[in-house]
T-cell receptor, first 117, second 115 residues
Framework: AQKITQTQPGMFVQEKEAVTLDCTYDTSDPSYGLFWYKQPSSGEMIFLIYQGSYDQQNATEGRYSLNFQKARKSANLVISASQLGDSAMYFCAMRGSASGGYNKLIFGAGTRLAVHP | SQTIHQWPATLVQPVGSPLSLECTVEGTSNPNLYWYRQAAGRGLQLLFYSVGIGQISSEVPQNLSASRPQDRQFILSSKKLLLSDSGFYLC??????????????FGSGTRLTVV
């Protein structure tokens, strides 16, 4: 069975510093994808970054980068130069293979990030 | 452009009352549609998914049901709400064209409080 584990219920970081949010996953599918979403207090789910299991390079999107270590089954999110607006809940998620015509997205429990001025 | 609409944004319902939450997608055809629920301070749990009109799969046994009467419409329902149905409900869609995966897009969510 697929599983996503986020072991940090809460994290805080000083403004302008970098922070790493941990995510480990478990799957037997050879093809999978890993996502990070941000959920501010408004509740909307904002897509941040995606890493495919066959991608050779770590994904980057602006201040977000994904530290993908396939052998360790980890996909940590790195936020550089934190901003006050980064304070939110962050979810790691994984999709399985496309068999069956659907892609279920499995979520971790989330990490609440607080950015301090 | 592709958009997803979800309503209402907030809802307070008494125990035992019925429920109907609607989600519609624009700008895409034959999407996969999903209903997720998020309990307070928790992650998202997949409730239902649909790969086509009238095709619904349930992930967990519960007091809720889902229907897809049209290609881009997904409805979450209950005949009698329970206190445990309270939560934040999110609709999402995804499209796979060949081997290209478009990712997931979420609606803005409905915060349901059962009293």
């Amino acid at each position: 069975a697929q599983k996503i584990t986020q072991t940090q219920p809460g994290m805080f970081v000083q403004e302008k510093e970098a922070v790493t949010l941990d995510c480990t996953y478990d799957t037997s599918d050879p093809s999978y994808g890993l996502f990070w979403y941000k959920q501010p207090s408004s509740g909307e789910m904002i897509f941040l970054i995606y890493q495919g299991s066959y991608d050779q390079q770590n994904a980057t999107e602006g201040r977000y980068s994904l530290n993908f270590q396939k052998a360790r089954k980890s996909a940590n999110l790195v936020i550089s130069a934190s901003q006050l607006g980064d304070s939110a809940m962050y979810f790691c998620a994984m999709r399985g293979s496309a068999s069956g015509g659907y892609n279920k997205l499995i979520f971790g429990a989330g990490t609440r990030l607080a950015v301090h001025p | 452009s592709q958009t997803i609409h979800q309503w209402p944004a907030t809802l307070v319902q008494p125990v035992g009352s019925p429920l109907s939450l609607e989600c519609t997608v624009e700008g895409t055809s034959n999407p996969n549609l999903y209903w997720y629920r998020q309990a307070a301070g928790r992650g998202l749990q997949l409730l239902f998914y649909s790969v086509g009109i009238g095709q619904i799969s349930s992930e967990v046994p519960q007091n809720l049901s889902a229907s897809r009467p049209q290609d881009r419409q997904f409805i979450l329902s209950s005949k009698k709400l329970l206190l445990s149905d309270s939560g934040f409900y999110l609709c999402a869609w995804s499209v796979i064209a060949g081997q290209v995966f478009s990712g997931y897009t979420f609606g803005s969510g409905t915060r349901l409080t059962v009293v």
